[in-house]
C-alpha cells in the first residue's frame, strides 16, 4: 500500500495526507528511507517534540552511513554540516556562531533588512503583476545572509544557483555538483579574506580557525555553507506560505492590514499553518527506543515532520484554521532542542519587516492565478512554493 504522500496532490497541500497518517498512528514504519532501509515517520506533535529532542536519536550522518556504500558525491562540507554532528563537537560548532544571531545581533540589523525590502519593493509595478518569490521572497533572505557573512555582490547570483539546486529532490548529480561549487566557491572566499579581512561572520570565523579557537578548516568551510544555506532557504519559503495564507484567509489579511503593528504578533500562526521545514534533517536510533509508544530498534532513520506535527490537533485545535488570535508559540517549525534553527530571530525579523511593508504599500494585493494553478518545489525538507504571481 502506498503512503498518501506519494499522491501527486500532496505536493500542493501535504496536510490530508499528514492528518491521514497521524490518525492511523503518529510514530510509523515506512519502507522507504535512507540508502534503500525504512525508516520510522514521526507526525504528531508530541511524538515529534520527544524525537527532537531525544539525545538516543543522533544526527551523526557519518558514522551511520560509515559502513554503507553510495554513488552520492556530496562535498564534505554540505555533507558534514553542524546539522550533521552531536555534542560534544555541536555544541562547539554552535557556540562559534550563536551571539551573531541574538535577539541584539539582529536588531542592529533591522535598518539593514529595511533598506533591502524598500528597495526591492520599489521596484513592483502599480497596479500591475509582481511574483513575490522572484521580487522579494528570494533577494531578500539571501541578500542579508550573504551581507552577514560577507559575501561580495558579485558572487550572490551563483550563491543563490547553488544553495538552491541543493533542494532539488529527485536530481542527485545536480546536488552533488552544486555542493562541490558552493564549498569550492566559500574555500576561495575564506582565503581571500584571509588576506584582505573586514567585519563580516566570516572574518569573525577565521581568527577561530587560525587561533586556539579548535575550528578546522573543513570546520570552517562547513560553518559558512550551512549558515549561507540555512540562512535564507527557510526564509523564502516562509515568506512565500506565509503570504498565500493570508491572501487564502481575507479576515486575516484585512486585520493585519488594518493593524500593522500587530503583524509580529502573528508570525507564530503563520508558522505553524504551513511550515517551511516539511521534514527535519537526518536522525537515527543509537539504541532501542519507544516513540510515543511505538518501538524504534536500533539503527534505524528516524524521519520528523514539522509540518505535520503543526497540524495536530491534540495540540493546535481545529489545526487547519489560520487563526491569528491561536497562541501557537509551541509549534516545531524552527526545530526543538539543540537543534534548533539557530536563525529564527534573523528569520522572524525578517519576515515581520517584510511582511509589513508588503501590507502598507500593496493594500490591494491579490492572486494573479487561481491557488490550484501555484506550483510548488519537489524537495523532501522544504515546503515552498516556485513562484507567487500577484496583482497589485
Known amino acids: 500500500m502506498n503512503s498518501p504522500l506519494q499522491d501527486p496532490r500532496s505536493l500542493r497541500d501535504p496536510y490530508p495526507a499528514y492528518a491521514e497518517l497521524r490518525s492511523t498512528c503518529p510514530v510509523q514504519h515506512v519502507p522507504t528511507g535512507f540508502g534503500g532501509h525504512g525508516s520510522y515517520l514521526v507526525t504528531g506533535y508530541a511524538e515529534a517534540r520527544q524525537a527532537l529532542g531525544d539525545p538516543r536519536l543522533s544526527k551523526d550522518t557519518a558514522a551511520f552511513f560509515a559502513d554503507k556504500p553510495s554513488p552520492r558525491r556530496l562535498h564534505p562540507a554540505v555533507a558534514q554540516t553542524m546539522l550533521a554532528v552531536d555534542p560534544p563537537r555541536h555544541t562547539r560548532l554552535r ?8 535577539s541584539g545581533a539582529v536588531a542592529r540589523l533591522r535598518p ?87 567585519e563580516a561572520l566570516l572574518d569573525r570565523l577565521i581568527p577561530a580557525r587560525d587561533g586556539e579557537d579548535r ?3 573543513d570546520e570552517l568551510v562547513s560553518l559558512a555553507v550551512l549558515l549561507l544555506v540555512a540562512g535564507h532557504e527557510t526564509t523564502t519559503h516562509f515568506l512565500g506560505n506565509a503570504v498565500l495564507a493570508l491572501l487564502r484567509h481575507p479576515a486575516e489579511l484585512e486585520r493585519l492590514r488594518a493593524n500593522p503593528d500587530s503583524v509580529p504578533a502573528a508570525l507564530d500562526e503563520l508558522l505553524r499553518f504551513d511550515s517551511p521545514v516539511s521534514m527535519a534533517t537526518f536522525r537515527y536510533a543509537t539504541e532501542d527506543l519507544l516513540l510515543g509508544g511505538t518501538p524504534v530498534p536500533a539503527g534505524t532513520p528516524v524521519q520528523v515532520s514539522p509540518g505535520a506535527a503543526n497540524r495536530d490537533p491534540e495540540r493546535f485545535p481545529a489545526p487547519d484554521r489560520l487563526d491569528l488570535d491561536r497562541d501557537a508559540s509551541g509549534h516545531v517549525a524552527f526545530g526543538h532542542g539543540i ?9 522572524k525579523a525578517e519576515a515581520e519587516i517584510a511582511l509589513r511593508a508588503v501590507l502598507t504599500r500593496f493594500p490591494r494585493l491579490r492572486l494573479a492565478v487561481p491557488p490550484d494553478h501555484l506550483r510548488w518545489r519537489h524537495t523532501r525538507l522544504m515546503r515552498g512554493l516556485v513562484s507567487l504571481p500577484l496583482l497589485t
Open 95 to 102: 557556540r562559534l556562531v550563536t551571539k551573531s544571531f541574538t
Open 112 to 198: 539593514y533588512i529595511a533598506q533591502v525590502t524598500d528597495a526591492l519593493l520599489d521596484r513592483w509595478p502599480a497596479g500591475g503583476e509582481v511574483d513575490l518569490v522572484a521580487g522579494l521572497a528570494v533577494p531578500l533572505p539571501v541578500t542579508v545572509i550573504c551581507e552577514l557573512l560577507g559575501v561580495p555582490e558579485t558572487g550572490r547570483p551563483d550563491v543563490r544557483r547553488w544553495s538552491a539546486e541543493l533542494f532539488a529532490a529527485g536530481e542527485p548529480e545536480l546536488i552533488d555538483a552544486a555542493s562541490h561549487a558552493l564549498a569550492n566557491y566559500l574555500t576561495e572566499l575564506i582565503a581571500f579574506r584571509r588576506q584582505q579581512p573586514g
Open 215 to 217: 575550528l578546522s578548516e
Open 339 to 347: 537543534h534548533r534553527c539557530l536563525g529564527a530571530p534573523l528569520a
